[in-house]
């Protein structure tokens, strides 16, 4: 297919997306309140893509908005490890490090398991619950998609969670805070609480958005927790890719030789996806500090436009009829896993304090 055919789809994408990074920066009370840019992109993709006007993108912008959906997203994602560098794992010390890797991996299993088993959802729909819950929302959600190659529904659904049970955290937290510190304020530092927050909850911007509600101690330190826990995407799709690869393997018979040496061919494909490690190559590269200031920060902002494209895209092409058949039983999971994050990791974080008792950042 000739690129021509994707540019009307791709410039629909783009104003979606541009439209917006203008409401966010006009309306900064969105993003204090955990309203990210892809989450704006998104729901306005949503809002346009359920007007009379779709059949109209289907027939003119479809191939380029399929084209932002998958390129596009992937390009967004690598941009992504610009934001990263492997010294924000020694910030926050082992103990941070462990939270994190307890938290995601334990917050993963409990959602394809409790998904599949007893909320009887797919496996897509659990799966990508789970990454969001487990990793960094929103991105992480359109970061395993690909893997999963599930429909721009079963994505929404999963983005709808996240944006219901992280809005809740802006609010939850820093009564918790509170409480803690009226109460046992001997066991409670900023430091802790901040590793708390940012290994817990969902998005990037909600973490900011709880932390700074508190305090900048708390900010910092929830920040940093936070981007180790998005560094940890990279080993966690490919754990991800191997997961998928066992279940189609297992759930698939195949007669035909030909057939079975193509499945295999694609599974390995599918076992290393290239995006991921150009994701963590990104990561190697900015913690060389070589890339300037200015260089990191324009690649920052093409990678929110990016990834708010991709967005964009996916809205356009999600029906409110079909996130409304999914039904409730994705909110339940999600809640169930919001109970896990908050009292799980408040348990985590407890226990590491008493097994770390010079703190990692004394």
Not at 111 to 135: C, E, H, P, Q, W
Not at 260 to 281: C, D, E, M, R, W
Request: hydrophobic share 50%; glycine share 8%.
């Amino acid at each position: 297919m000739p690129f021509a055919k994707n540019i009307p789809g791709i410039l629909f994408a783009t104003i979606v997306a541009l439209v917006a990074i203008e409401m966010s920066s006009r309306y900064p009370a969105l993003g204090k309140n955990g309203i990210s840019i892809l989450t704006l992109a998104i729901l306005i993709g949503i809002a346009i893509g359920n007007m009379p006007i779709y059949k109209f993108l289907i027939s003119y912008c479809g191939a380029g908005i399929n084209f932002s959906k998958q390129k596009v997203l992937r390009l967004g994602i690598i941009l992504y490890g610009f934001r990263l560098t492997f010294q924000d794992i020694g910030d926050v010390g082992i103990s941070g490090i462990i939270i994190d890797a307890f938290m995601l991996t334990s917050t993963f299993i409990l959602s394809v398991y409790l998904g599949m088993k007893y909320f009887k959802l797919d496996r897509d729909t659990s799966v990508l619950i789970g990454a969001g819950n487990s990793i960094c929302g929103a991105a992480a959600i359109l970061a395993t998609e690909p893997i999963l190659k599930a429909s721009n529904d079963k994505v929404a659904v999963a983005i709808s969670t996240i944006v219901i049970f992280g809005t809740v955290s802006i609010f939850i937290y820093p009564i918790i805070y509170s409480y803690v510190l009226i109460n046992y304020a001997d066991y409670l530092s900023p430091e802790k609480f901040g590793i708390y927050i940012g290994s817990t909850i969902h998005e990037v911007a909600q973490v900011v958005a709880t932390a700074d509600a508190i305090g900048e101690d708390v900010t910092n330190t929830a920040v940093i927790a936070k981007m180790v826990r998005v560094i940890m995407l990279a080993p966690f799709l490919i754990a991800v890719s191997a997961f998928i690869s066992f279940t189609d393997k297992k759930s698939h018979q195949y007669t035909d030789d030909h057939k079975a040496g193509q499945t295999t061919k694609n599974s390995i494909s599918k076992f290393f996806p290239v995006f991921a490690i150009f994701f963590l190559v990104a990561i190697g590269i900015n913690s060389t500090g070589y890339i300037s200031h200015s260089v990191r920060e324009g690649l920052i902002h093409l990678d929110n436009f990016l990834l708010a494209l991709a967005m964009g895209a996916l809205g356009l092409t999600t029906h409110i009829s079909a996130i409304a058949k999914a039904g409730i039983r994705p909110i339940k999971l999600a809640a169930v896993l919001f109970v896990w994050l908050v009292v799980g990791g408040a348990l985590a974080n407890i226990v590491a304090s008493y097994l770390f008792l010079k703190t990692d950042f004394q």
